[in-house]
């Protein structure tokens, strides 16, 4: 790697896949405790509840302390998230360490991107974006093959069981945080005469983007596609269990599955797009995932519910990139308040969960899948609603 600056960067893009481990968590949580589906899924419904929350502020916090700070600030926040789970076991302690776990995220996701923006020269920026996020998939796919190996005493677990994932994880955000506060990185610094905004106008300057027929439409995509993505990393061991009765152990590899074929997703994904339209492409990802479903709701074979998995990783890899190009298209100027919005639209990854849970303890799994279809559908609706092309407003 010729830009050393990289590093810090990249494991940094490796931190920030720490918010996907919540998925397999919350199975190992109810399952130590006793709890049922809508008690667990308070974890992940709280991790992304913080996007609601800091996505906007962020943007603020950047202006005022640096994007290299303010990463700083999320990793700090993140690794105190991994330290909780290594002494503490009960509910409502988990319960602080994955609010943490998201606000730390939140503000990693807002300020990360900006900042490789920073570092990067030579028109590499997007290629430089996507190896990171492949970076972040590493980190999602191997936290249930951790959880399961420290589960199985396949590694050194020091008693901690499947919570041994923490330490491992913690001692990368250090490694992360110290690497990257060694870095020295340029940053241009804000126009000082440019009158400050405030949070609460930040606030009201993307909600007023809401009226925008597109941007609303586009916010509600984010909303279904997050929520089908944590929905997926949470349910699909639960699905394997129900149906095949396995253990936890057999099928948390359900949740490194989808994420494997998400980043095959991402990355095929970044080829395809010069090559087709997007719109085209969202339709064939769309139509994964109703595959998926179908797969999901009568599969009661191993591979059949593997396939099943796999489809939905596949199509559901891409979706964010198509959505919001078409909501930054829609509204020109104000780009930076369409992107916090969309960020926004992260809390999906809160309302899907809760509801998946209510579903599933009444219906079992069918219910949480049910749940996902509705997302599903509102998709193909907007494809639907979305074919021809907006006009953009100012």
Not at 183 to 208: C, N, W, Y
Not at 211 to 223: M, R, Y
Not at 340 to 353: A, D, V
Request: glycine share 10%; aromatic share 10%; proline share 4%.
């Amino acid at each position: 790697m010729k830009n050393r600056k990289l590093i810090p960067v990249m494991l940094c893009f490796f931190a920030m896949g720490f918010v996907d481990l919540v998925g397999i968590a919350s199975n190992y949580v109810k399952a130590d405790l006793g709890l049922s589906d809508s008690m667990a899924n308070l974890l992940p419904s709280l991790v992304f509840f913080w996007f609601l929350i800091f996505s906007i502020p962020t943007s603020l916090l950047m202006n005022r302390i640096g994007r290299k700070r303010t990463v700083l600030l999320s990793l700090v926040i993140t690794v105190a998230s991994m330290l909780i789970p290594i002494f503490a076991q009960q509910f409502w302690l988990l319960l602080i360490a994955f609010s943490l776990l998201g606000i730390g995220n939140a503000l990693m996701q807002t300020s990360l991107n900006p900042l490789v923006d920073s570092v990067m020269t030579g028109g590499k920026l997007a290629s430089t974006l996507t190896f990171g996020q492949f970076v972040k998939a590493i980190a999602s796919f191997m936290a249930p093959l951790i959880a399961a190996w420290g589960a199985a005493g396949h590694i050194p677990a020091f008693g901690l069981g499947w919570r041994v994932l923490f330490p491992i994880y913690m001692t990368i955000g250090i490694l992360a945080t110290l690497l990257l506060y060694g870095t020295k990185i340029h940053e241009e610094r804000p126009d000082a005469s440019a009158p400050a905004a405030s949070v609460g106008s930040q606030f009201a300057g993307a909600l007023r983007l809401l009226g925008n027929p597109v941007v609303l439409l586009c916010f509600l995509a984010i909303v279904c596609h997050v929520g089908i993505d944590v929905g997926t990393n949470t349910t699909a061991p639960k699905v394997l269990i129900e149906r095949l009765g396995w253990t936890l152990e057999q099928a948390g590899f359900a949740t490194s599955l989808y994420f494997i074929f998400r980043t095959v997703g991402s990355l095929l994904g970044s080829f395809i797009l010069a090559r087709m339209k997007e719109w085209t492409f969202l339709l064939i990802s769309v139509l994964l995932m109703v595959l998926s479903l179908l797969g999901l709701f009568v599969g009661h074979t191993q591979w059949m519910l593997y396939g099943a998995i796999a489809l939905m990783g596949l199509g559901n890899s891409n979706p964010f990139s198509i959505i919001m190009a078409r909501a930054l298209r829609a509204v020109p100027g104000k780009e930076n308040e369409a992107s916090g919005l969309m960020i926004m639209g992260l809390f999906g990854g809160t309302l899907f969960p809760l509801l998946m849970g209510f579903a599933s303890d009444s219906l079992g799994q069918a219910g949480a899948i049910a749940v996902m279809a509705l997302g599903v559908l509102y998709l193909l609706t907007f494809w639907l609603t979305g074919r021809k092309p907006s006009t953009p407003t100012r």
